[in-house]
């Protein structure tokens, strides 16, 4: 399969846009992520797909927990600057601690946080199955991502 077809197409799904954020020790990691999904309602649980080279895919590993920030429509700016390589992703972000103390994006739309069940290698990335552990939703549009760019929801 030729790489870029495969990108090509793949990039006519629309995601939402999440940050995933994490804590181990006294450092916060963050990541942007659109590969996540929810897996089951009893017990809750989520998926969220990592590049294993990142920073913030070990800290998980590390911690057992993760945070899934789901950015509102107009957040792009957050969401780029967590997929940057920038030492301090949290910069003039407000912050709060979630129960497990996971660092939350206080703007977010909605947050979760998650124990890790299970840890799936594949490829290039490593697919954590988390349980979730606390839910919050605020009202709200999420973001959404496709074909490179960020956008809005329309309801049909």
Do not use: W
């Not at 080279?53 to 590390?62: G, K, S, V, W």
């Not at 997929?83 to 979630?98: I, S």
């Amino acid at each position: 399969m030729d790489e870029g077809i495969f990108r090509e197409v793949v990039g006519h799904f629309t995601t939402g846009v999440a940050v995933v954020t994490t804590r181990h020790g006294d450092d916060r990691f963050g990541v942007t992520a659109s590969a996540v999904t929810s897996l089951s309602l009893d017990p809750p649980m989520l998926l969220v797909c990592l590049n294993r080279r990142l920073p913030t895919c070990d800290a998980i590993e590390a911690s057992g927990t993760f945070a899934v920030n789901i950015l509102a429509e107009g957040q792009g700016d957050l969401a780029l600057q967590f997929a940057t390589r920038h030492p301090d992703k949290f910069r003039g972000v407000r912050v709060a601690d979630g129960d497990l103390r996971l660092p939350m994006l206080t703007d977010a739309l909605a947050h979760l946080e998650c124990r890790v069940h299970n840890r799936v290698d594949a490829a290039t990335h490593a697919v954590f199955l988390g349980e979730v552990q606390t839910a919050r939703a605020l009202g709200g549009t999420p973001l959404t991502y496709f074909r490179g760019a960020f956008g809005s929801l329309a309801s049909a």
